[in-house]
């Protein structure tokens, strides 16, 4: 047997009255002055229980104070529910917000379309629009899709222009038909 566990055994016969018969405790000298100590607080503690009564309510207050120290759960601010009703508030905006997109016009002459490869206008640019006519072999070399007969047709479209003279976006025109030269 181990110490510990003799240690254990001891407390428990000397609190219920039994003898203890362990014989570690008559090989193992640190156990045999524990066992000792055990017997004379107990022996003390009785001696001091018959010279004082104890009052009728004691076990009561004790078991009181045992419970109010053992841990038992407080009530506890629980944060993460307002967090939780905040995420979910702001996943049904976003929500909302994806479900209805900005309106895209209707008519597609109204849409500038970037020009690929291009970096954007920065927000203090200044820009200029400027109408013209487009050769379709141009828009080709910029990287548009074009399925026209005719590589060599021109268009008219207005041109979005930065302050550094190049074109950053262009506008097909609505009227604007396929003409030859």
């Known amino acids: 047997m181990k110490c510990r566990q003799a240690r254990d055994l001891a ?3 000397v609190r219920s009255g039994s003898p203890v ?3 570690h405790f008559a090989s193992c000298g640190e156990c045999s002055r524990f ?3 055990q ?6 503690l009785g001696s001091l229980s018959r010279e004082m009564p104890a009052p009728a309510d004691l076990e009561a207050k004790l078991l009181a104070e045992f419970d109010a120290a053992s841990g038992a759960p407080r009530p506890r601010l629980r944060w993460w529910i307002p967090a939780g009703a905040a995420l979910a508030a702001c996943m049904v905006i976003v929500a909302v917000v994806l479900r209805h997109p900005t ?9 500038f379309v ?3 490869y291009t970096a954007p206008l920065t927000p203090y640019e200044r820009s200029t629009i400027v109408r013209m006519d487009v ?5 080709i070399a910029a990287g548009f899709d074009v399925r026209a007969p005719d590589t060599g047709a021109v268009l008219k479209a207005d041109i979005l222009f930065g302050q550094d003279g190049r074109a950053h976006a262009i506008r097909l025109l609505t009227g604007s038909v396929l003409t030859s030269n």
């Open 135 to 139: 050769p379709v072999s141009a828009l």
């Open 21 to 23: 018969v362990d014989p």
């Open 35 to 37: 066992l000792q100590t």
């Open 11 to 13: 407390i428990e016969s």
């Open 103 to 111: 309106p895209v016009p209707q008519n597609s002459s109204e849409v």
């Open 114 to 116: 970037e020009i690929p």
């Open 39 to 44: 017997q004379a607080i107990h022996s003390g």
